[in-house]
């Protein structure tokens, strides 16, 4: 069993997708904004951290920015309405997945499952061909 | 300390203001708001005190209600049902801002997930994804207010607001601050936390939109403690859905008060304003010693010489009688000097012009000189205030100088109170008369004969002239007759004539059944077996 950091402001958004990543056998911990997500990744114990990007008081970006200025990594799939091209900070590596919102819940797991396994690419980022061949 | 710190924010909003280069906005009412966001209302104000700035919704109409737009740094209520649109009002005013260079939050305290609202977002115009997120940024803090209360909220507001230095914020779903204050101090902990919101709108001079579907008593205490009020409605009125918007409060503007009726359509609301609040209060000008001739000379001669510029005339009259006719020759004498429009329900423009052929008025030539302009209208479920608004927009567009308005049964059609067409038609003659319009509306009655009593209560007082046609039985035959019941401040023919409508148009004739003809030297009126001159849009 893996534990997953979802980082989520959209309550019912949390709900659903712990609900899903618990089925699957994960043990998932809900913070609903960055600040208290950054909080809950120095305290450790994660195998892989679910967030959104727009979230009141540090943003999904902001918050893994600063988690790898501290010098905690783990694998990390972001979520966001926006599509990625929207998304600052894009291309520094800081996340391995995206899925725009809304999303089928299966392909969350597959890519939670396939990070948790130790893939890698842009084909973790759903989306990212479309928007880099504008 | 707390005054010279709003003084520094306000200079520098105006400072934002002149760089994103905020000017017109996005109806004429808007186009009023200078670039400082000042509005010509506060032209004499004292000049120690720092005048109120003002910001465009992008939702049009509702600034001219507003009386120039929200005010920067004023907290609101936005109430209303769901389905109303309070998300699409909001979303149109955060987008607004982001076209104007400008910074909004979108902050959520519902259980409601930003993907769908963007799926329904994205059909309407205003909506634009590459503004999300730098210039409107979208988040949700109902684990905030669930898990910590009000206070952590209002900190959160307070760090976003920092963070983010959002001209306009909206907070959606208000009273779910109430439902999770808890305990007994619930209402306490909910009013410090609607005291503390508007605090924060005027520290950082930032405009707050509170959205709410709950409807409480006006005189509950979060009304009292914010800057304005405005409220949607969506009601059914019988089998049809009607939705109006009201402004209750507006703290230190001239608002529009009462209901005015709003549309959501692709481009988000737009809203109506009653047509009377837009009427000026100053007399209009008189109608004038000018007569425009209709189009029939020998009514002319009966009308005392044709109908006086800048007046309102109404011509009566069952199905079929000759209404239509009658209005359309009074357009068959426009020209591109003298413009005229014609703005009708019943017959569709194609059928107009054909019936207009048959009558000796080539509708088309007109049309296409520029001389006439026909907007049609189905009479289907129409806003009054709408139909109002195109009309003014229409007259003052073309400039025209000789209006149609076929018929008042389909303007009195969409009244959800009857009683008020009287005060709409005051308001739209007084505007027309302003623009120099002189207009003819029909108005279908019952009565197939001449009528004993007619229920046109809604003429009095503001229509100048009353023609009626009507039926009349000789032996088997049914022949039409045109009587003339007032010509305001004139003198006319009280003798009802009988006239056939044929190729040329309205033909009246005297009982000897000889074509009655206007004198163009006096104002007598000859008999001649030959037609007069046609006017200019006249088919020769």
Known sequence: MSRVLLVEDEAAVALLVSITLEDEGH??????????????????????????????????????????????????????????RRVPGRDEGLYQGFLQKPYHEDRLVQLVERLLNGAEGDDLREGRKAASSR | MQRWACAARARRGRLRDTASGRSAANDDW??????????????GMHPEIAPIERMGTGVPQLDQILGGGLVRGSAYIVQGPPGAGKTIMANQICHERARRGEGALYLTLLAESFGRMFSHMNGFSFFEPAHIPDRVY?????????????????????????????????????????????????????????????????????????????SRASSSPEYTMVDGWIELQDELRAERALRTLIVHKQRGSAFLRGRHEYRIGEDGLTVFPRLETQASREPVPGTSDTRLPTGVDALDTMIGGGIPERSSSVVLGPTGSGKTTVAMQFLGECTPDERGLFFGFYETPDRLARKATSVGVDLDALRESGALEVVWQPPLENLIDDLGQR?????????????????????????????????????????????????????????????????VEELSGTID???????????????????????????????????????????????????RLADTTT????????????????VR
């Open chain 1, 27 to 84: 043990e998932v911990v809900v913070r609903p904004n960055g600040r208290k997500g950054l909080e809950a990744m120095r305290a450790g114990g994660f195998d892989v951290v679910v967030t959104d990007f727009m979230m009141p008081s540090l943003d999904g970006v902001e918050m893994i920015r600063a988690a790898r200025a501290e010098g905690i990594a783990m694998p990390v799939v972001l979520t966001s309405a926006v599509p990625e």
């Open chain 2, 30 to 43: 808007s186009e009023s708001i200078n670039d400082a966001g000042r509005t010509d209302d506060d032209a």
């Open chain 2, 138 to 214: 979208y988040a949700g803090a109902y684990a905030t207010i669930r898990d910590e209360g009000p206070d952590a909220l209002i900190r959160l507001v307070s760090a976003e607001l920092r963070k983010r230095r959002p001209a306009l914020l909206v907070i959606d779903g208000l009273f779910a601050a109430r439902d999770h204050a808890g305990g007994r101090d619930a209402d306490a902990a909910f009013r410090a936390f609607v005291h503390e919101i508007g605090q924060q709108a005027a520290l950082t001079e930032t405009t707050i939109l509170l959205l709410t579907n709950q």
């Open chain 2, 391 to 455: 009309i003014v927009s229409a007259v003052r567009r073309t400039g025209a100088r000789r209006v149609v308005i076929d018929g008042i049964n389909a303007l009195q059609r969409p009244l959800t109170f009857p009683g008020r067409i009287h005060s709409f038609l005051r308001a739209l003659n007084d505007i027309l008369k302003a623009e120099g319009a002189t207009t003819i509306y029909t108005r279908e009655v019952p009565q197939l004969f001449f009528p004993e009593a007619l229920a």
């Open chain 2, 465 to 515: 002239n009353t023609i009626i046609l009507h039926y009349t039985l000789d032996g088997n035959a049914v022949r039409r007759r045109i009587s003339v019941l007032k010509i305001r401040d004139s003198d006319f023919d009280h003798i009802s004539q009988e006239f056939e409508v044929t190729a040329e148009g309205i033909v009246l004739r005297d009982v000897s059944g000889h074509e």
């Open chain 2, 523 to 538: 104002s007598a009126t000859v008999v001649s077996p030959t037609s007069a001159s046609a006017g200019g849009g006249r």
